[in-house]
């Protein structure tokens, strides 16, 4: 594509790309927004009878319902979920690779290498609402705590009337456990600060930990984009399957 004249505006989506450029971008978009509805329907659902309960008639726990903090809160009769999803909401549209997806998928901005945007120019992440993409960072030490939670139902996803065993189900609780940790743990945030941010690691305080520990965040980072989807994707059918089988219109299979 030829650079346009400075001062201008490129025409949208023009491009000398003869490849379908597009199918990643459309892939991309379809699935954010498939998932941010199903995501409020659910939110705005709960499970059971009791409109504010998420519990249900299994040792299964909906990682969109925990954990229950309308517990801690006298008279709320919302969903449990409103005060949850936030979180995770907050923590993926502010990730590094998240913006990269959803800009290009969402935004068009760009919607691809070499592809027209159509803007005038670059403004970056100086204003309102992208400058809150900043707090990508405080993000990730909220939502920490909701991945020991996931590893909590993880644990009880074994145990069935009090022995130990294994259900389907107990595959879903645990394919959506591994890959959030994976997708939080591989973060550029947390590579950053447990040692990207030092210029010397042995003059540094611990300096040869935080070095092994910043290269095994690093190996995981360069897989951070197949965290994010895998984690998206294992986060919404672990709720779908629970709810499912909660409501009886799936058999949770049986192991032993």
């Excluded at 003869?18 to 659910?42: E, H, K, R």
């Excluded at 009769?77 to 990269?100: D, E, H, V």
């Amino acid at each position: 594509m030829a650079y346009p004249v400075p001062g201008t505006r490129e025409p949208f989506l023009a491009t000398r790309r003869l490849d379908a450029w597009w199918l990643a971008p459309l892939a991309m978009g379809i699935s954010f927004i498939v998932f941010i509805i199903y995501a409020t329907w659910s939110a705005l659902h709960p499970m059971g009878d009791d409109p504010v309960t998420y519990h249900v008639q299994t040792n299964y726990v909906s990682p969109f319902f925990s954990p229950d903090l309308s517990k801690f809160i006298p008279g709320f009769t919302w969903s449990p979920a409103l005060l949850i999803l936030w979180i995770p909401a907050g923590f993926r549209l502010t990730c590094y690779y998240g913006r990269k997806a959803y800009y290009r998928s969402l935004t068009f901005s760009p919607s691809a290498c070499a592809v027209g945007k159509g803007q005038r120019e670059y403004k970056g992440e100086r204003a309102l609402p992208w400058i809150l993409n900043n707090l990508h960072r405080y993000f990730l030490y909220i939502i920490t705590a909701l991945v020991i939670f996931h590893w909590i139902h993880f644990f009880d996803a074994f145990r069935f009337d009090g022995h130990f065993g294994m259900r389907l189900g107990t595959l879903v609780v645990a394919a959506d456990t591994i890959f959030l940790t994976l997708y939080v743990t591989s973060c550029h945030s947390l590579r950053h600060l447990v040692g990207g941010k030092i210029d010397c690691y042995s003059c540094a305080a611990a300096g040869m930990a935080r070095h092994h520990a910043w290269k095994g965040v690093s190996i995981l980072n360069d897989k951070h984009n197949l965290y994010f989807w895998l984690s998206l994707f294992t986060v919404g059918f672990a709720d779908l399957y629970i709810r499912m089988i909660s409501s009886g219109c799936w058999q949770d299979v049986r192991f032993f």
